[in-house]
């Protein structure tokens, strides 16, 4: 015989209960079956609000007629009203003393169960199979004491073995879970999940095949739905395992439900009535093999520390609180202790925070007074992860991707059999440790959130190419980029499930201001982790604000160069920031755009190969306008134009050439290489003409373009045929000299070769000699540069 069992919200109203019908009409058609059932849907949770209200004196009448109400179902003919007035004038009593006890609300709740029950066994009357109404109460005997429910197993196998001697072929038991009775024969409940201890423990007692835990979630998964999205489901879990996961907080499980089986070797299947196709978990008595099985938490936790020298040395300390706490049946769920017992720290049900704070201060009343404990200090907001499973290395895998995002762990708890690893966390940050837990243990798709800042011509690309690929990226680098929110220069909007290709159309309609403050409060508050700040914007107002995402936790990548260039005292500053919170910054398009110029002078740096000069052409948009107007006939201002009218320029290209944007290049440079060297330092030749320096709009700037060609024409007259323009950044490290300006170069030179938009970098070390290294290649565009912050992110992606 099976025993098939099905929860609440299996047997609600409409589609789902009609499921569950389906399910034992099949199973009947095969093998004999006993049924237990829970209440229907929320039938637990409005009889205990029923019964809270006739405590409290409250009128409760129309809350018991929606309570009946549920329980009707369309065409089917069950006349509730006996147990509607039995239960109205048990509320009424108890509203007339208003006095309430464990057997008085045990009465109350059992109703759930007996109306589901009687349901169900209507139900399948109607359908032609023989079902039997079965009082749980009749078959169980259990007792309080300890905090607890005893089952009476002796008693309870008794009734049950002589009740099912005593049923006829294909008849179908359809018992009440939860449910019991005591010695008296009042009502006690078996406690959480207390239909599922029903139903492994009438399996036990008949030795049934087998038994089918019919639920909402289609098994056992590595870690909370709720939590973690790509929590895989187990197919197999040995008993240990999931008497393991159960005792950690797996809210389909319990220790109480797996032990009756253990003894029995009877197989728990768990399915999923919404989905009865699909396969679910297997427990039994064999191994799963090893490795780490899940990542379960605990909720609703407080974290007490006593501390004190004067502990120091003394024995039997923790003999006294376990003796204090075990007096009031206070239950410690783990302890982890400093050496000499100078410190102690455990965890308990918050349910138990205050009369353990009691309890303590009064038994260490005079250790206080002398101030040999200097403090007992309760947290009432923390959480416990558990990782179930052999789980080599699992415990520094979890570590550094806590500290990583920043999530501070107050116990680390290691099982002696090495079958889980417990660590103590703030209840605020729980859904984000979970989710890092998960991902470094399992080695599962690994997730950067990304927030971005700028959607123009860099931002906006970078973000089309991160939605056209990233399947793509998820399948080479098990990596997934989610963008989950974007910012220009008035709106923002926020998605933690990941913004697509329509982010454009939705950031124009939010109506979300761009608030710096407002966006990284949001982002803390999201609980979502490994969270990566990218600035494609041209704004010194945003990198002022970098120490504070740093010190959010949150990593940065950046084509804007401001936060690099500006004071040296913010640059130090902010490096200091990175190395103590242990967050990165990439900016490799600072300089080169896509081209891998700031790290390979890292590398040359980092390994001590003195670096004695930079040099090159480092605007690819001064590049396309220089190599066009040398040897073209062609007028500066209409290059110009050609220039900006392909994106190669800012909108305003006298950012181009006031030649700041490759000062701040050199600027990095210097400093990559160690100098301290500030703006101001940089000698720069300016291409706007002294006579056109003063005009504010550009269209009237390009206006005078007379005045301009005419400027540039001059120099071009002084040309060489083998002489070509190109406008220099230069870094002399030794002499810390940084140039700017235009010069002449003969076009069989490396700087005379480039062509298009092309950047070049030439790099003179001790190692190198007189044969520098030449870095060349695309220098300009919001295509290559959106790439080069793409590889940034893809950088940060493989350091967690």
């Known amino acids: 015989m099976k025993v098939l069992k099905f929860g609440g919200k299996s047997l609600g109203n409409g589609e789902p209960i009609r499921n569950v019908i389906d399910i034992i009409k099949k199973e009947v058609s095969t093998d004999a079956i006993a049924i237990v059932v829970s209440a229907r849907g929320q039938s637990t949770d409005l009889l205990l609000s029923l019964y809270s209200k006739a405590i409290a004196g409250d009128e409760f009448e129309q809350d018991l007629k929606e309570f009946i109400n549920f329980q009707y ?116 409940t078996l406690g959480r999940n207390g239909s599922n201890y029903t139903a492994t423990l009438i399996a036990s007692f008949i030795q049934a095949s087998e038994v089918q835990n019919w639920t909402d ?50 197989p728990l299947k768990i399915f999923s009535s919404f989905t009865p196709g699909r396969e679910g978990t297997l ?49 410690v769920r783990l302890i982890s202790q400093a050496s000499s017992e100078r410190g102690i720290g455990f ?18 009343r005079e250790e206080l007074e002398h101030r040999d404990i200097s403090r007992i200090q309760i947290n009432n907001d923390m959480a416990i992860i558990a990782i179930v499973g052999r789980h080599n290395y699992s415990l520094e895998k979890a570590i550094y991707g806590l500290r990583r995002n920043k999530i501070w762990m107050y116990l680390i708890s290691n099982s002696i059999n090495g079958e889980h690893i417990s660590l103590v966390v703030d209840k605020k940050s729980l859904k984000k440790a979970v989710n890092v837990v998960h991902n470094q243990v399992f080695g599962a798709i690994k997730t950067l959130h990304l927030f971005a800042f700028g959607k123009g011509n860099v931002g906006g690309k970078l973000l089309d190419q991160l939605i056209e690929t990233g399947d793509d990226v998820v399948k080479r680098r098990n990596l997934k980029i989610n963008i989950v929110g974007v910012a220009d220069s008035k709106k923002a909007i926020f998605d933690e499930d990941g913004l697509n290709k329509n982010w454009r159309e939705k950031l124009a309609a939010s109506s979300e201001s761009n608030n710096f403050n407002a966006i990284i409060s949001r982002l803390k508050e999201s609980g979502l982790e490994n969270i990566v700040i990218a600035d494609n914007t041209s704004s010194q107002e945003l990198t002022e604000h970098y120490p504070e995402i740093v010190n959010s936790g949150f990593d940065i990548v950046a084509s804007n160069k401001k936060a690099n260039s500006i004071a040296y005292s913010f640059y130090e500053n902010l490096r200091n920031d990175l190395k103590r919170r242990g967050k990165l910054f990439y900016y490799e398009t600072n300089v080169g755009a896509g081209l891998p110029l700031i790290d390979t002078i890292k590398h040359l740096h980092n390994s001590s190969d003195k670096i004695e000069r930079i040099r090159g052409v480092f605007s690819g948009s001064l590049s396309y306008i220089f190599n066009n107007y040398s040897v073209e006939d062609k007028s500066f201002s209409t290059v110009l134009t050609e220039a900006r009218d392909k994106g190669f320029t800012e909108p305003d290209p006298r950012e181009d050439l006031s030649g700041l944007d490759v000062a701040r290049k050199l600027i990095i440079l210097a400093r990559e290489v160690g100098l301290r060297t500030e703006l101001e330092e940089v000698s720069v ?62 076009k069989n030179s ?24 030449i870095i060349q290649g695309a220098g300009a565009g919001a295509e290559v540069t959106a790439r080069g912050v793409y590889s940034d992110l893809l950088r940060i992606g493989g350091q967690y």
């Open 73 to 188: 179902i369309e065409n089917i003919s069950l006349d509730l009203e006996a147990y509607h007035d039995e239960l109205r004038n048990l509320l009424q009593a108890l509203r007339l003393i208003g006095v309430g006890n464990d057997r008085s609300r045990d009465r109350v709740l059992a109703y759930g169960e007996i109306l589901s029950a009687l349901t169900v066994v209507e139900i399948l009357k109607n359908e032609g199979v023989e079902a039997l109404f079965v009082d749980a109460r009749q078959l169980l005997n259990a007792s309080f004491s300890f905090n607890d429910v005893a089952v009476d197993f002796s008693k309870s196998e008794e009734k049950t073995k002589a009740f099912f001697s005593s049923l006829k072929a294909h008849q179908v038991p359809v018992i009440t879970g939860f449910i019991a009775s005591d010695s008296n024969g009042k009502t006690i």
């Open 217 to 266: 979630i289609d098994g056992v998964y590595t870690a909370s739905p709720k939590y973690v999205k790509n929590a895989q489901k187990i197919p197999h879990l040995s008993y240990r395992e999931a008497n393991e996961l159960a005792n950690f907080g797996a809210r389909i499980l319990h220790g109480k439900t797996i032990l009756p089986l253990v003894e029995s070797c009877i």
């Open 283 to 331: 427990i039994d008595e064999k191994s799963s093999g090893k490795g780490i099985k899940a990542v379960s938490t605990i909720e609703d936790v407080s974290l007490v520390s006593i501390e004190g020298r004067g502990l120091l040395g003394r024995v039997g300390i923790d003999a006294r609180i376990f003796s204090a706490l075990s007096s009031k049946n206070i239950s």
């Open 347 to 364: 965890v308990i049900n918050k349910e138990d925070a205050v009369i353990t704070e009691t309890v303590l201060n009064t038994e260490f």
């Open 685 to 746: 030749e300016s291409l706007v003409p002294e006579s056109l320096a003063a005009i504010k709009d550009y269209s009237e700037f390009i206006s005078n373009k007379e005045a301009l060609d005419a400027y540039f024409a001059d120099i071009k007259s002084k040309l060489q045929d083998d002489e070509v323009l190109r406008y220099v950044g230069d870094l002399e490290v030794d002499e810390n000299k940084l140039t700017v300006s235009l010069v002449k170069a003969s």
């Open 750 to 773: 490396p700087l005379g070769n480039i062509r298009n938009a092309d950047s070049i970098f030439e790099i003179y070390t001790e190692s190198y000699g007189t044969q520098p290294i």
